[in-house]
Structure formats: C-alpha cells, structure tokens
C-alpha cells in the first residue's frame, strides 16, 4: 500500500495564539530581500574593513615591541582606551558605508510596499502600525548594529584577550555601556532617517538618490555656512557632525566640534520625531485616494 | 486569406527557461483567441509579435515586415499589455491623448480620437480623474481605449478583461466582436476559457511554450477522435435508460451519474447518437428532463490536450 | 526622428514637470538662492567676502551636488522608470523611433532641470553681486556661469542616461561615479584630471584659480582651454547619448513579473 502523504484537512484541537513578536516576520522577510541583491553582501563585507584595521591597531599595540619599527612616533596613537574606540564608532568611512548600506538595504522598506499595494495586505494581518514600523525599522536596527555594536564589542573582547587582562575594563569600566549606547543611539537615528526618506516616495531610486543626498547637502550646509561665518553651531545641520558629537560625548571625549553636545542629542531626535509624525501620516491602513 | 501575423519556429527562452517552443502560426483576418493556463507563454507570444521581445530562434512577421525595431509598422498595430501600469499622475483623457500625439495625430485629432475612444469603453463621464483613482476595471477600459484609439488594423489584447465586471466583460466581448469589419485582425488571450468561447471560435490552444491545437474550437475537438464524446441526460428511469442504451453500437462506455438520475455515455459518433436520441426517448416512454454534452466546450478540450 | 522627439519632448515635460519629485528638486535647488539672501543680510559692505562665497560656495554647491543629483535622477530616469513603472510597451509599440524616445525625453528632463538651476542661479547670482558689478559686467558673468551649468546638466545628464539605458542599478553607479570619481579626480595631477566632466566644467568658470590662498572649487585644478572644454563637453554629451541611443535601440527590457 502506497504511502499517504496527503491527509487533508485535519481539525485542529489546539489554542489559537498569536505570535508573540509580531513584527519578526516583517524583519526577517527585509533581511533576507536584503542579502538577495547583487552586490549587498560584497558592500557589508567591505564595511567590515575599517574594524579589521582597527583589530590590527589592538593586535599591534600589545606587540609594541616587535613592532616598533612600524609605528615610530605612533605609541599614543595606539593607545586602546574609549578614545580609539570612538575614533573607530565616528569614522567618516563607517558612518559613509552604514549610508551605502541603508542605500541598498532601506531605501525600497516602505517605498516598494507603497509602490506595489502592500500595505493592505500586511493590514489585513493581525498586524499593528506599530508592529509593522517596528518591523522596517529592525532590519535597520539589525544593520546598523552589525556594523557598530558587535565590531566594537569584537574589539574590546579581543583586547582583553590579547592582553590577557582586564585592566581596561577596570580603567573603564563604563566603555561597554558606551559601546552600547552609542550603538544604539546609531541604530535609533539611521532607521529613523532612513524610514522617513523610504515613506516620502513609491520610488526606490529616488528614495535611494534622497537617502545619499540628504546626508551629503547636510554636510556641505554645514561646511559653507561654517566656512563663511566661522560659526561651529552650524554643524547642528550636519547629520554626520551630530552623530559625531553625541559619539564622543557617550565615550567621554572631548566633542569635535565646540557646542553643546546636548544640542546634538536635540537634534537628533527632534527628528526621530519628524520621522514618527511623517511615517504615521504616510503609513495608513486604508488608502485614501482623491 | 493572407496571413496578417506569420511566425516561422518562433522560439524564445529567457535564461534557461523556455518561454515559448518552435511556434509557427499564421494568424488571418478576424479574431483569433490565444488561450492557455498561465505560464503558457501567450504574452511571450504577443511581446514577440507585437515587437516588444527578440525571437531567441526563428522568425515573425506582421503584414509581411519584421516587427522588431520597426516602428513605422505601429500605426497599423494597437497593443494593449496584459500589466496594470501608467503613467499614474495624469488624467484618463490625457494619457490617451499623449499617446495618440505620439501616434502621430495633431492635438486636436488627438483630442478628438481620445474622447471618442473614452466613450467607447464607457469612461467618458470620468476623463478628467487622475489615473491614480480609478478602480481596476476604469484602469483596464483606458488600457483599452489606449489600443484602439488609432483604429490600427491590428490589435493585440493581452488578457483584456482582467479586473472587469461582467457587464464590463460583455461591452468589451462585443467591441472585440464588433472590431473585425473591413478585414482588420484582433488577437485576444486569455486564460478564462468561456470569455473566449464567447468572442470567437477560432482559437490557438497553448501550454508550456508550445502550440498544442489550432482551429475551429468545433474543428479541434472533432479532431480528438480517440477522445470519445460525453453526453449526459438526466431523466426520470436511468436504469430503464441504461438498458435501452448499452444495446445500440455507437455507445462506447456507460455509467450512472453520482446522483442517481442521470445517466452519462461516450460515443465515438456524437452527431449519429444525436440524432437518434429523440427517438429512443419517445418510443420507450422515457420522461427527459435534461440532456448536456459536458465536454463539449473549450474547457474540456484544454483538459484533454493538456493530459488532465 | 524630429516627429518622434517632439513628440516625446512634449509629453514627457509635461509629465515631468506635474510629478512632486519636480517641486522637491526646485526646493532643494533654490536653497542657494536662500542662503545667498542670507550671505548677503550678513556681508553688506565687505563685497570681497561676497564675491568669495558666490564663487567658492555657491558655486561649487552647484556644481559639485544640485547638477549630480538633478542629472542623476533625471538622466537614469530617462530609462529606468519605463521600466520600474512597466510603461515600457507605450512606447515601444508606437511609431516612434528608439533614438527618438532617448533624445526626446533626455531633452525633456534636461530642459527643467536645466530651467531649476538657471532661474536660482540667477537669484543667488544677483542678489550676491546687485551693486558691485556694471549692468554688462554682471550679464556677462552670469551668462558664463549659466552656460557652465548648461553644459554640465547636458554632459550630466547625457551620462546617466546612457548608464541607465546599459544597467540596472545606474543609480548606485552614478552615486560612485559623480560623487567619488569627479571628486578624487581632481587630487590627481597632470592630464588625469581630464577624465572627469567636473574638470572641464571648472575650466570654464569665468575666474581663475586664486594665486594665494584657497579656493574650494580650484583646488589643485590645471585648467584646459576654454575652446577645448567647450569641444570636451559637447563630445562628452553627443558620444554618450549616441551610445544611449544604440543601446536602446538593440537591447531588450524585460519587466520582472
């Protein structure tokens, strides 16, 4: 007698449970679309560049002997203390490629569902606004993260390792939590600003063309009006001179730029709210079609 | 009759999927139903002939050119594609009437064809809304409206009444219907097999790439002979039926319908048994209450050809 | 093929210029007419300062971001949203030549932009240089800097079109290619420089390099000819859309389904 593979329907006895983060399948399914696109993963591989030198930095300094030849004149510069692992989190090459990969991996979040209609079927769900915006926003979150708060952690393990001690937490004992914190002000800040730009448009390639130039005329605003008036509060209008500040803040250092660093944790989330205001007024359940 | 689309071991396969499989069709004056199951291949068919795709191998031509990268040969031909796209920021009005400026018509011609068209397909009262509100089927009527609003002397529909409701359906059947006079040709697809029961008899049956039957829907399915005919009547005495009809030759199979009031034959020789029928009924006393030939119709014809 | 374009170039400016995306750009382009007011309220008397900023600020805003980022949407455009938005058939499927579909609609988006950054470069123009320059004087440099901008919307645009006629992701491309090639090039000594459209288009500039001191814009430039700037760009812009044109004409755009 041949096999049954097919039973049919059966009647199911247990208890209907909902799922208890409904916002997983969301993030899952922007991940994995993520990684399907030609050239993603050869982008978040060479993201990594920047925290393999830094690991070599951390190698070298507990070597210093040996190398000495190499890194004449340079024996403060490898100093592992907060000060290298905020020069590693406020690198302009790091903020640059989590840019490049929001570019690849946020632009289409909330364009493409616009775009194709997807919105009521992701609403016809037992799904929330927020389990859905929080869904989008945790495929940044999850980006960004690898980027910063497990290459950071990386790097402080493999320096208590390599140095056989934990001298450094001892001196610092706070440096995890500023690897977190700052991780996290990241992720919070990159997945605001790039599901604000996602909503603004059904097109991904404006979106994506937004996602850059935003971030670039910020800079080059703050460049001409610092350029011309010598004033350094202009760099508020720099996403990139914000994160900066708040970094060095987080990590006890002496911020870049001479203002307030508070003043750059205001702006940063004044538009952490821009961007909640606007995705909860582009983000709707029912279209409305005039 | 000349052929008006003549493709000669068409084939076309997109990566290491094949698309469509050495098609040669001659496709004449009228309206002729390109049917099959999707992923059959029939908007692979319709891109080649209509231009918009290379032929990976063989040849098409349509009036006698070559389609591809010809564009002259456009004003005779209309395409209406199978997408739900435009070009959504404008009016219904004024995307007809920009594509008939790109047809070549001055702007009032333009205007003039475009309101005409509109009216046509029953969207005139809502010409002046954005594209963007429309419901699917305005969307499909302007799709339309697109295609025939240069009156080409050809027009290729792709899967036209997708998203139309059924009065919609019927409008359109009969402009389809209505298209052919004074020789121009109309090649229509769809999956739905009664819609193309309803515009023509005369089909090209298509599955996985390849050109499984082309006719007379009558003409094909006489062709099946070793698929015998179904008849299936539904009467007040099977049983008696039965007895009476497993004593006449022509009858091949018999067997009881599951409800208990029918009885359901092959025949190899339909029109014989037809004719008979009448008399059987009446000689014996049998009281008929319905009699159908289940398979005769479109459907069961695919079914057959695609080995259901 | 004239038909053709005319008839594309029309249908397509007036879409171009209904679309949102075209009041954003013409927001995002009049900011230096803004800060040119606000430059101005700040630097009423020292005009040296003023000509400074219009010429290394505003300019290079200019020529360095607002020009790339007008010509890499709109040049990528030409092709690539027939395509995303599957209207691709529209076209094809009427009597218009392929060539013609390129050149008209390339024109089409080339023309507003083109009409953006004139009409706020014309604000912030003379808004930084009312009363310091003669009535000719002020017409004749603005007419330079306009043509400047004119010819690098065109060689721009001409060159994303192409890219987004050859390739799929053109605009990540065109990312790389305007804001780290023409930028790194101009670090480069000697004829290097020459491979970038930014370079010929500062060789046009009407000023010359600052003998001391820095200048944003000239930094490290080694300016070509005006006359082969000139001829640079003109052929930069006919070759690649020529190529855009023979590209368009042979390949095939299938729509993923």
Known sequence: MATVRDKGYHHWDGRLEELRFPWWPVTRNGIRLSFQRKYFKFLVAFSYLPAFFFLAGIYISERLEDFRFMVRGSETFLAIDPKYFNTYFTADFVLFMLIMILVFAGAGLIADDMKHNALQLYFSRPLRKRDYLFGKAAVVFFFVLALTFVPGMILLFMKLVFSGSFALLVQYPWLPLSIVACSVLYAVVFASYTLLLSALSRNRRYVTILIFAVYLFSDILFGIFYGTFRNPHFGLLSLKANLQQAGAAIFGQSTPFAFPWLLSLLVLAGLCIVAVAVLSRRVREVEIVR | ?308 | ?257
Request: with cysteine; net charge positive.
């Open chain 3, 1 to 257: 093929m004239i038909r053709t374009f005319r008839s594309v170039f029309g249908f397509y400016l007036m879409l171009a210029v209904r679309a949102p995306r075209a009041r954003a750009f013409a927001l995002l382009t009049f900011l230096p007419a803004v800060l040119a007011v606000v430059f101005r309220l700040s630097f009423p008397a020292r005009s040296v300062e003023v000509l400074g900023v219009f010429s290394d600020i505003l300019v290079v805003f200019y020529l360095q971001f607002l020009l790339i980022i007008l010509a890499l949407f709109y040049g990528t455009s030409v092709c690539s949203e027939e395509i995303e938005g599957k209207t691709l058939a529209y076209l094809t499927t009427r009597p218009l030549s392929k060539s013609g579909i390129i050149l008209g609609k390339t024109a089409a988006y080339a023309l507003l932009s083109a009409a953006i950054v004139l009409i706020s470069l014309a604000v912030s123009f003379f808004v930084m240089n009312a009363g310091r320059l003669s009535a000719g004087e002020a017409a004749g440099t603005y007419l330079r800097y306009g043509g400047v901008l004119l010819l690098g919307i065109a060689a721009y645009t001409a060159f994303f079109t192409f890219l987004g006629v050859l390739l799929r992701k053109a605009v990540i491309i065109g990312l790389a290619f305007g804001f780290g090639w023409e930028s790194i090039l101009q670090y480069f000594p000697g004829s290097t420089q020459r491979f970038s459209i930014a370079h010929y288009l500062k060789s046009l500039l009407p000023f010359t390099p600052k003998a001391q001191g820095f200048s944003l814009l000239t930094f490290r430039l080694e300016p070509t000819s005006d006359a082969m700037s000139l001829v640079a760009l003109v052929l930069i812009t006919g070759v690649f859309l020529a190529l855009a044109c023979l590209v368009f004409r042979f390949k095939e755009y299938i729509s993923e389904e």
């Open chain 2, 1 to 308: 009759m000349t052929a008006v689309i003549c493709t000669k071991s068409l084939s076309r396969w997109y990566g290491n999927v094949l698309g469509l499989n050495d098609v040669s069709l001659d496709i004449e004056p009228g309206i002729t139903g390109l049917l099959g199951p999707n992923g059959a291949g029939k908007s692979t068919f319709m891109k080649l002939v209509s231009g918009q795709m290379k032929p990976s191998s063989g040849r098409t031509s349509v009036f006698g050119e070559r389609v591809w990268n010809n564009p002259p040969i456009f004003r005779r031909l209309g395409f209406c594609p199978e997408q739900d796209a435009f070009h959504e920021g404008v009016t219904g009005w004024e995307f007809v009437k920009g594509l008939l400026e790109l047809q070549g018509f001055s702007s009032r011609e333009a205007a003039d064809r475009a309101v005409r068209a509109l009216e046509f397909v029953e969207m005139i009262s809502d010409k002046d809304r954005r594209i963007r509100s429309y419901s699917r089927g305005m969307r499909q009527r302007v799709k339309i409206a697109q295609s025939l609003a240069h009156d080409p002397d050809l027009l290729i529909l792709d899967e036209p009444l997708n998203g139309l409701d059924p009065l919609g359906k019927r409008k359109i059947i009969r402009l389809i219907k209505d298209f052919p006079k004074a020789g121009r040709t109309v090649l229509v697809s769809s999956h739905v097999l009664p819609e193309i029961e309803a515009m023509t008899s005369r089909i090209v049956l298509i599955h996985q790439g390849r050109i499984l039957a082309e006719g007379d829907i009558h003409y094909i399915r006489d062709l099946i002979e070793a698929h015998p005919h179904v008849i299936s009547v539904e009467c007040s005495d099977p049983r008696r039926l039965a007895g009476i009809l497993v004593r006449e030759e022509d009858i091949a199979r018999l067997q009881f319908g599951a409800d208990g009031r029918t009885v359901v034959f092959e025949t190899h020789a339909r029109d014989k048994v037809f004719s008979r029928l009448p008399r059987l009924f009446v000689e014996n006393g049998i009281a008929v209450e319905s009699i159908t030939s289940p398979d005769d119709n479109l459907q069961s014809v695919f079914d057959y050809l695609v080995g259901k």
